[in-house]
């Protein structure tokens, strides 16, 4: 195993010249950890470009990926089908994922076409092993070497297969296999796992229940049965199984790592704790008696035991065997944040728990949802088809949230939002309000129910860094983009110069374009507002405050008088008369972000006269999420009390500055 020889052969377009570029130039440099998002982005856009595979492949190598290492320089090898260094790399990769028989194939070519290249006499002696292994591995089967070659090569090549989600290969070589060995116990579990992959449970179960008829007691079977019934929610089915696995003596390649995976699905973290002092008591700890994965699931059961200590140890372990194992390397890292931004750790991400069929049905159905007025009629009709098609979702739903990763708890709370299921809408209420998770992830998903008109706009109280606070749920869709101008050429750049001026604060400026502007337009309400924050900014308020007065009654939708009227009113002494119409306001589902924060700086001025700080806290946290680069939130942070006042405070109109000009 070795890199390969450096591919710097950039083609068009343009931008795959470039980021190749760029990423070999980092590769180069020594540093591949860079070089690599750039690469697999290419990747996806570039399928099979022989360029970026090939600086994949160093990529890999170099971060000591071994996995995706093998499975780049397969799809090169494809590619690049005369290059000797591709086809000597691609061995070796082969021969360390322990692949021999695929390891002794592709050697043997790579000396039939290249008996003088530099290896050949590396390779050269590395076949001799691999040879005598296979000609062991025939005389303990009772099996002829070329039987014994053609049983191994469809194997390794299923088991590469499977590895990598190329199920529908795999599927055809596992098929051509048992139609040549029908009793081959690896194959037809491994065949198992690509039914359940693709979907087809329970051709999946009756395979595994296939293999437990020629070996009652095989580990992979029954931990297969185990893990498909409790996905398909029939738990007593599925401990039964546990049950039988955890009394089974039998010998299995993965033997302890696959009952923790049962086990760790079943949510039985004593018994999969269990399994830590057995396998130290047989003295199997160490690869490849277990790997990575099993300390992995160590790691998630003693966590939710409390073991916090010894999780993290049992995730170093597992970083230890394989530093790229993402599923440790993301669950060690939320563990060791400060308690209050932890999120929660998971054992398996959402693509582990099967529901493939399900999330498809829900990308169909979810744009139909938005299109339609009546969401309620389809709401019900997919709450239906979800009953009869995929009923294990309401047994799954509270499991994937308290167990599975984000986009677990974000495809359940999706679930509820399209079909409003009593069910489904409890499990997502109990997520969004509870405290697993990031606060990000549960309000991002509680705004997802409320654009389903399944929870009503308003403050509500959530778990937000280690404490309930008060947060606001907005049924709305918040856009820079602005709106549709019908005002003439002449008109419109008159309203630019007057911007301009506002801008600057030169209000005299300011005014005297306005004038001619309203003038020329005089229902247009915008025009006329700013023409009003021209007049206040000169502090002319008794002539501001009559026409914002005048503009409302005229235009009484009109958002921007809304807001100005509502804090005339606070002014005045009217406080619920102003909560009223910026509660109206709360129910439009569109506004432009000028809008949005114009109503924020106006419901913290209300709820501050209300002397209500957390209120006004909440509304200053929403302005913060939507426009966090405006010039006016320093001093609103400091009317709440967030920061200590500064010595200078320059009073400045917003992007658009038709906004609330009593502010």
Not at 9 to 23: H, S
Request: glycine letters at 4%.
């Amino acid at each position: 195993m070795s890199k390969i020889k450096p591919i710097r052969k950039p083609t068009p377009p343009r931008r795959l010249v470039e980021q190749t570029e760029r990423a070999f130039k980092l590769l180069e440099s020594g540093h591949a950890g860079e070089a690599l998002p750039i690469l697999e982005e290419l990747d996806r856009a570039y399928p099979n470009n022989p360029d970026v595979l090939g600086n994949l492949v160093n990529a890999y190598y170099d971060l000591g990926d071994l996995h995706q290492y093998e499975h780049a320089l397969r799809r090169l090898s494809i590619l690049e089908p005369n290059d000797p260094s591709v086809a000597f790399s691609l061995g070796g990769a082969f021969l360390v994922n322990q692949r021999f028989t695929l390891a002794l194939r592709a050697f043997k070519e790579y000396l039939r076409r290249w008996p003088q290249d530099e290896h050949a006499g590396q390779v050269s002696a590395e076949l001799v092993k691999l040879e005598e292994n296979l000609r062991q591995q025939a005389l303990d089967m009772d099996l002829l070497e070329g039987e014994a070659l053609e049983l191994f090569l469809q194997n390794d090549d299923l088991c590469y297969c499977l590895n990598h989600g190329e199920y529908g290969r795999g599927r055809q070589v596992a098929e051509k296999l048992l139609r040549r060995f029908p009793l081959f116990i690896p194959a037809l579990n491994n065949l198992g796992q690509i039914y359940a992959a693709q979907g087809e449970i329970d051709k999946a179960i009756q395979t595994a229940q296939q293999v437990l008829t020629v070996e009652p007691d095989n580990i992979h079977a029954l931990s297969n049965l185990a893990r498909l019934y409790f996905l398909t929610g029939r738990p007593s089915e599925a401990q039964g199984y546990a049950e039988k696995l955890k009394r089974s003596q039998a010998d299995a390649a993965d033997r302890w790592t696959k009952i923790a995976e049962a086990l760790t699905f079943l949510e039985d973290d004593q018994g999969v704790l269990d399994l830590y002092r057995q396998a130290k008591a047989t003295q199997e700890l160490e690869p490849p008696q277990v790997n990575e994965m099993f300390y992995h699931l160590l790691a998630v059961a003693a966590w939710r035991l409390e073991n916090k200590t010894q999780a993290r140890r049992f995730w170093e372990k597992a970083l230890q065997i394989d530093p790229n194992f993402d599923w440790a390397r993301q669950n060690l890292e939320d563990a060791n944040k400060n308690v209050k931004n932890q999120r929660g750790v998971w054992a398996h991400p959402f693509e582990s728990w099967l529901l493939s069929r399900m999330s498809g049905l829900f990308e169909r159905e979810l744009p139909k949802l938005k299109q339609l007025k009546d969401k309620a009629n389809l709401q019900a009709a997919f709450a239906r088809s979800v009953e009869q098609k995929y009923p294990e979702l309401f047994f799954l739903a509270p499991h994937l949230v308290e167990r599975g990763d984000g986009k677990a708890a974000a495809f359940v709370v999706q679930m509820a939002a399209v079909t409003a299921h009593p069910t489904l809408m409890e499990v997502a209420r109990a997520y969004i309000f509870g405290s697993r998770g990031t606060f990000e992830e549960r309000f991002e998903t509680a705004q997802i129910l409320s654009q389903a008109d399944l929870l009503p706009s308003g403050p509500v109280r959530m778990w937000n860094e280690g404490e309930w606070r008060q947060v606001m749920i907005l049924n709305m869709e918040i856009s820079p983009e602005p709106e549709r101008t019908l005002r003439s050429r002449a008109l419109q750049k008159l309203y630019e110069e007057a911007y301009e001026a506002l801008l600057d604060e030169d209000g005299h400026r300011a005014q005297e374009i306005l004038e001619k502007a309203v003038a020329m337009a005089p229902d247009d309400p915008t025009l006329a507002n700013n023409l009003a924050i021209a007049y206040k900014m000169q502090g002319q308020d008794d002539k501001a405050h009559q026409m914002m007065v005048d503009i409302h009654t005229r235009f009484p939708d009109y958002f921007f008088g809304i807001v100005a009227f509502a804090s005339m009113e606070v002014i005045a002494g009217g406080l619920d008369h102003a909560h009223d119409m910026l509660n109206g306001l709360m129910q439009r589902k569109r506004m432009h972000t000028s809008e949005f924060v114009a109503l924020c700086r106006a419901q913290i001025q209300v709820w501050l006269a209300d002397k209500n700080k957390d209120a006004a806290r909440t509304w200053l946290d929403l302005w913060e999420r939507v426009a966090p680069e405006e010039p006016d939130l320093a001093y609103y942070r400091l009317k709440v009390g967030i920061i200590h006042k500064p010595k200078t405070r320059r009073i400045k109109p917003d992007d658009e500055p038709e906004l609330d000009p009593l502010a």
